[in-house]
């Protein structure tokens, strides 16, 4: 694990990508654990193709916007013999890890402030976790979905029936995150401007 020091050296955006890869390395290492076998192949998809072809063949923007979202770049996994199936698979999707990166750029910017407001702290912290799982796109052979949040919830030990009824809620899980983050930086901004006012007079 980089020190602070080195943390500091990186820059801000280092600091994000370093969060971002640390997310992702987790949840290879969730994977691993939990199905006892590491990774051992990286599928490379053809993503600019992919999109092309739903984008020249879907009549409306708005039908192959969901698709594209949900086109990965490459995936992490564990290969099944005499199957193509994969035991389980770490999808890479640009569209999450944009996503992801954004919440923890707002995350991290937020921080230090975050020390002094503790509400601010408890709405942002867990509403930041809330949409960063959600954009999780983990598969396992366990779970007959496609690759998903739940999977990743399913993994850490909630039963997998319940994991996959939860699985239409990630829409909603995750307004409800983004909610938390909004309404801890108006706190927080609230709180600044008062202090601000209040030295200023």
């Known amino acids: 694990m980089p020190s602070p020091n080195h943390l500091s050296r990186l820059g801000f955006l280092g600091r ?7 997310l992702q390395a987790a949840l290879i290492g969730l ?3 939990r199905s006892g076998h590491w990774p051992d192949n990286v599928r490379v998809h053809p993503w600019a193709d992919n999109l ?5 063949h879907t009549p ?13 770049l490459f995936e992490v996994r564990r290969s099944m013999p005499d199957t193509p199936l994969p035991e389980w698979s770490l999808h890479f999707l640009p569209a999450n890890l944009l996503a992801s990166a954004l919440v923890v750029a707002i995350w991290l910017a937020a ?3 975050r020390q002094r407001i503790r509400v601010s702290s408890a709405l942002i912290n867990p509403g930041a976790m809330i949409v960063t799982l959600c954009l999780t796109s983990l598969g396992w052979v366990a779970c007959c979905i496609a690759p998903s949040w739940a999977v990743a919830v399913a993994m850490v030990g ?12 990630g ?10 983050i909004a309404l801890g930086l108006l706190i927080q901004w609230s709180r600044e401007s008062r202090l601000e006012r209040a030295r200023s007079g």
């Open 171 to 180: 829409p909603v899980l995750g307004g409800v995150g983004l909610t938390m």
């Open 31 to 33: 994977a691993t654990l």
């Open 16 to 22: 994000v990508l370093l969060v971002v890869v640390l």
């Open 60 to 72: 409306r923007l708005g039908m192959a916007l969901p698709v594209v979202l949900r086109e990965p």
């Open 158 to 169: 909630l039963p997998v029936d319940l994991a996959l009824s939860l699985a239409p809620l």
């Open 111 to 113: 921080r230090r402030h």
């Open 52 to 56: 092309r072809i739903v984008l020249t």
